[in-house]
Structures are given as C-alpha cells and as structure tokens.
T-cell receptor
Framework: EPEVTQTPSHQVTQMGQEVILRCVPISNHLYFYWYRQILGQKVEFLVSFYNNEISEKSEIFDDQFSVERPDGSNFTLKIRSTKLEDSAMYFC????????????FGPGTRLTVT | KQEVTQIPAALSVPEGENLVLNCSFTDSAIYNLQWFRQDPGKGLTSLLLIQSSQREQTSGRLNASLDKSSGRSTLYIAASQPGDSATYLCAFYTSGTYKYIFGTGTRLKVLA
C-alpha cells in the first residue's frame, strides 16, 4: 500500500541553525501539507501546497519557514533559523485528486532544538 | 475562529465495552471529517473519512457518524480491545480552506 515517508525520523539541532525536513508524498497525489504537533498539544496546520505554490498558510508559518517541491517527488520544509519553540513533531501529508479527499500522513520527524 | 472539541479528554474502560467518542465543531460549513488514531510518539493513522453528504461510515468495529446541523461527530468502537488503546483525533475541512482543523483528542486506554 502506498505511503507517505519522512526523513529523518529525529533531528537534533542547535538554536539558530537551519533545518530541512524531507517528505516523499504518495506518487500520484497532488496536494501536500505540513502540520506540527508540540508535545502534549494538538496537531496544528502549517501550510498547504498545490501546483508548485502555497495554497494556504497559518500564522505559525512566518518568514522563517519555506516549502519546496524540488524534483517532483520530494516535498521539503525548511526552517531558516530554528528557535527552541520550534521543537515539535512535524507531519507531512498528501491527498489525491480532490483537495478535500482523504489525507494520508507520514510518520513524522521529531525536531529537537537545543 | 473554528474550534474542535473532543470529549472526553481521557477514557479508561475494561476490555469488551462498547464506547463512544465525541467530536464537536463550531463551523457547520464542514466539507469532510476524518477520524485518526495516534499511538504515543507516532504518526496519524486514518480510520474513517466522512464526506459532508454522508451521515456515517463503517469499518470493522468502528462506526463514525456526522451531524452537521448539531456540529457533532461520534466514533463508536464496538467490543473494545487493549490494542485499541491510543489517542483518537478528529479533523475536518471547511469550505473555502485548504487545511484540516484538528481536535484536542481523546486518550483511550482499554484494560485487559
């Protein structure tokens, strides 16, 4: 069964460093998302992406964040200068032909900023 | 601002019980609603998706219903098992958006 994959599973970085989280969505999917979940809190939307541009972004997704689909298979989230409060689990998701069809989530990347 | 509330926040039941998890939302312009399961430290596993035109969906021992007029969805788990222990999340799209709004989750523990 097709699945969304994410790498790395765990990333530890120092405050102020840049990180890139990688996702490979399901191959024929067209809509891509990033969400995050701070430990003990609920899952929060960051950004949605379609046709090589951002469809919607949340207040969390400020200038420190960017997304890219560099090669038609990977979907990346970059945080330019990490802060302690960026420590969270980051989930990538994708949906198929309909933007509001079932979302498939990856296993997540745990980001720890020290 | 859309709010999604899940009640109860935590639930502990003996094995074999039938149980109901509740999800309430404030925006009736819901497009679809999806129930997920999350094991500790893990990702989100999709359980059921209900489109706005549907009233319920069933998969095995799980049944989810959607009542847009009252702003509620319920997840019914029949004959609960210890392996059902996890956090259950509801999330939905509303018209005109490109994101899921997630609920606060219900942490379920089924005792053997």
């Amino acid at each position: 069964e097709p699945e969304v994959t994410q790498t790395p599973s765990h990333q530890v970085t120092q405050m102020g460093q840049e990180v890139i989280l990688r996702c490979v969505p399901i191959s024929n999917h067209l809509y891509f998302y990033w969400y995050r979940q701070i430990l003990g809190q609920k899952v929060e939307f960051l950004v949605s992406f379609y046709n090589n541009e951002i469809s919607e972004k949340s207040e969390i997704f400020d200038d420190q964040f960017s997304v890219e689909r560099p090669d038609g298979s990977n979907f990346t989230l970059k945080i330019r200068s990490t802060k302690l409060e960026d420590s969270a689990m980051y989930f990538c998701a994708s949906t198929g032909t309909g933007v509001k069809s079932e979302q498939y989530f990856g296993p997540g990347t745990r980001l720890t900023v020290t | 601002k859309q709010e999604v509330t899940q009640i109860p926040a935590a639930l502990s039941v003996p094995e074999g019980e039938n149980l109901v998890l509740n999800c309430s939302f404030t925006d009736s312009a819901i497009y679809n609603l999806q129930w997920f399961r999350q094991d500790p430290g893990k990702g989100l596993t999709s359980l059921l998706l209900i489109q706005s035109s549907q009233r319920e969906q069933t998969s095995g021992r799980l049944n989810a219903s959607l009542d847009k007029s009252s702003g509620r969805s319920t997840l019914y788990i029949a004959a609960s098992q210890p392996g059902d222990s996890a956090t259950y999340l509801c999330a939905f799209y509303t018209s005109g958006t490109y994101k899921y709004i997630f609920g606060t989750g219900t942490r379920l523990k089924v005792l053997a």
